[in-house]
C-alpha cells in the first residue's frame, strides 16, 4: 500500500499518537483488503458510542485517542444509549449515565457533532453522489451507497474512528466501480406500500442473495421513509451495504443475467417470521431508524386525542425533535403520554429485562428486540402500534 | 511456518484451536474471557493467554471492542492465528495490541501445542497428551 507525505507523517508518530494508532488500523485493513493506496473521506458517521457496547474498557479507547486526536473531516455520532438530557425520563440508571455522559464528552473534545442519530442523511451529514465517506451504522451506510449514491464500505466503530482523525481511507471495496456492480435482478411483482412491507421485503431480499447485489425492478416510491426502513432490513438480514434501483438511484447499471423475483407470499411470510404472535404489549418502540419529521407528524395525527397506557417510546435525532417542538408537533405527543426518546433507541439502550413483549413497525427493531433484549416481539404497522400502545 | 502480519509482535503460549470461525460480541464474555456462544466448539473454553487459533472472525463489529476489554480485563488471548483474517479481529488486534498473523494453514496446530509467534513467524511445539 503506498502513503503519501501526510499519511506517511501521520503513520509515523510526527503527527501525535491518535494519528498514528489511526494510521495502523487503516493501513492494516488496507493490507488485508488490497488497497492501494487511501482516498480522503468527505464526512464520517461514527458507530459504536452506546456504554452498552463499549464498556470502560472502549471507554478507556476513546478517552486515549481525545488526548491528542482531532477529527479531520465533518464527523457526525451513532446514537446512544440514552437520551442525552432527559435519560431519567427513560429510568436510565444512574451510573449508566454518567459512564455514557463520559463517552460523548470523549468524542466531542476530538471535535465530533454529537449527533447521536443514525439518520446523519435528515439532519445535515448529507453527502452527494460520488462522494467517499467512510459511515458506520448499517442502515445508514446501505442508505448512503444505495440512495445517494455516495461510497462507504461498512465501519466500524475503530474504523470510523480512524477514517474520522486521519481525513483518510482504505481505496477497496464499495470505494470502487467494479465492486458496486449488481449480481443479480431482482423483479419484485407486487406493490409495497407500509414501512412494514418494505421492512419485510429488506428481510426476504436479504435472506435469499446470499450477499450478492442486487438490482431491483418494481419499486417506484422514492419516499426516504420507505426506503430507510429497505435498508435498515436488507442489512440487518444479512444484505451487502448496498443495493441499487432500477431508474431510481443515482447509478445506472445494466441487469445482471441471473434474476430471482419476489412477490407477495415472500413478503407476508417474512413479516410473519417476525411476529411472535402476542395481542398486548408493554412497550412500543417507533424510531428504527431514527424518525423523520413527517413520520412525527403522522404519529401525531394517529395519537390526536388518545392517551397512551403503555410504555411508548419516539426514537428520534433531537435535532429532528427541536423542529418538531417548532411546528408544535411535539406537544401533541407528549400530550398523548408519548416519550421522546432523542439520542437512542431499542437496539443501544440497556434494556434486557425491563419489558416482556413489544411491538414495533421496524424489522431491524424486532431482530435486536429479540436477540439483544430477548423480548418477544410483534411486527405490526404504525397503526396497529398505536392502537396496542392506547388500547386499555 | 511464515504468514502475514496483521499486527506485529512476539508472544507465546498455549494453542486453542477452533474449526469454526469466533465472534467475539457476545460470542466471548469481556470479563472472563470464556467463549460462552451456545453451540461453538469451543464453548466454555477460555482464551486467556492461549494462542487463539481460528479460521476467522464474524459477527458484530463491536467485536473489536470485546477484543479491546479483554485485553485491559486481562484475559485477552497472547496471539492470535487466522486462515483469513477480517475486519473485525484485525481492528481488534491492533488496538488491543495482540500479536496476529494471518495466511496460515491451520491444520498443523493442534490445541495445547506450545506457539511461538514472532512478527510473521509461527512455530509450533507438539505437546502429547
Known sequence: ?392 | MRGRIVYDGVAEGPALVSTEAIGFYGGVDPDTGRIVEAGHPLEGSSVAGKVLVFPQGKGSTVGSYTLYRLRKNGVAPSAMINEECETVVAVGAIISEIPCVDQISLERIRSGDLVRVRGSEVMVERREG
Not at chain 1, 452527494?128 to 465501519?155: C, D, M, Q, Y
Not at chain 1, 435472506?207 to 425492478?217: K, Q, W
Not at chain 1, 411470510?269 to 404472535?277: E, K, N, Q, S, T
Open chain 1, 1 to 392: 500500500m503506498k502513503l503519501i507525505g501526510h499519511e506517511e507523517s501521520m503513520l509515523s508518530g510526527a503527527e501525535g499518537k491518535a494519528a498514528r494508532k489511526c494510521m495502523q488500523i487503516l493501513t492494516a485493513l488496507g493490507e488485508i483488503f488490497g488497497a492501494e493506496k487511501m482516498i480522503p473521506v468527505e464526512t464520517v458517521q461514527i458507530s459504536g458510542v452506546s456504554y452498552d457496547n463499549l464498556g470502560d474498557a472502549g471507554l478507556e479507547f476513546l478517552r486515549e485517542l481525545a488526548a491528542d486526536g482531532r477529527a479531520k473531516v465533518p464527523t457526525t455520532l451513532n446514537p446512544a444509549g440514552m437520551d442525552t438530557e432527559d435519560w431519567r425520563a427513560l429510568g436510565i440508571p444512574e451510573d449508566f449515565a454518567r459512564k455514557q455522559t463520559e463517552v460523548i464528552a470523549a468524542f466531542t473534545k476530538m471535535g465530533v457533532d454529537a449527533t447521536c442519530s443514525c439518520t446523519p442523511y435528515l439532519i445535515g451529514n448529507l453527502p452527494k453522489p460520488g462522494a467517499h465517506i467512510a459511515w458506520g451504522e448499517s442502515s445508514a451506510v446501505t442508505f448512503a451507497n444505495s440512495v445517494l449514491g455516495a461510497r462507504t464500505n461498512k465501519e466500524g466503530g475503530p474504523s470510523s474512528v480512524a477514517a474520522s482523525l486521519t481525513g483518510c481511507t482504505p481505496a477497496y471495496g464499495l470505494h470502487l466501480d467494479e465492486h458496486r456492480r449488481p449480481k443479480v435482478r431482482v423483479m419484485l411483482e407486487t406493490d409495497l406500500e407500509t414501512k412494514l412491507e418494505f421492512g419485510a421485503f429488506g428481510k426476504a431480499l436479504g435472506e435469499a442473495l446470499d450477499g450478492r447485489i442486487p438490482l431491483i425492478e418494481g419499486i417506484s416510491t422514492r419516499r426516504w421513509d420507505l426506503l430507510k426502513a429497505l435498508c435498515a432490513a436488507f442489512a440487518t438480514y444479512g444484505g451487502a451495504p448496498i443495493f441499487h434501483i432500477a431508474g431510481g438511484t443515482s447509478e445506472q447499471w445494466s441487469p445482471p443475467a441471473d434474476a430471482i423475483s419476489i412477490g407477495r407470499d415472500e413478503i407476508v411470510r417474512a413479516a410473519r417470521a417476525l411476529d411472535d404472535g402476542a395481542d398486548r404489549v408493554d412497550f412500543v418502540f417507533l424510531g428504527c431508524p431514527h424518525l423523520s419529521l413527517d413520520e412525527l407528524r403522522e404519529i401525531a395525527e394517529l395519537l390526536r386525542g388518545k392517551t397512551v397506557t403503555k410504555e411508548l417510546w419516539l426514537g428520534v435525532a433531537r435535532r429532528i425533535k427541536e423542529q418538531a417542538d417548532a411546528a408544535g408537533i411535539t406537544e401533541i405527543l407528549v400530550a398523548a403520554g408519548a416519550k421522546m426518546a432523542c439520542d437512542t433507541c431499542h437496539v443501544v439502550a440497556p434494556l434486557r429485562g425491563r419489558f416482556d413483549t413489544f411491538a414495533t413497525n421496524s424489522a431491524k427493531g424486532i431482530y435486536y428486540g429479540r436477540s439483544k433484549n430477548r423480548f418477544k416481539s410483534v411486527f405490526r404497522t404504525t397503526e396497529e402500534c398505536i392502537r396496542l400502545a392506547t388500547e386499555k
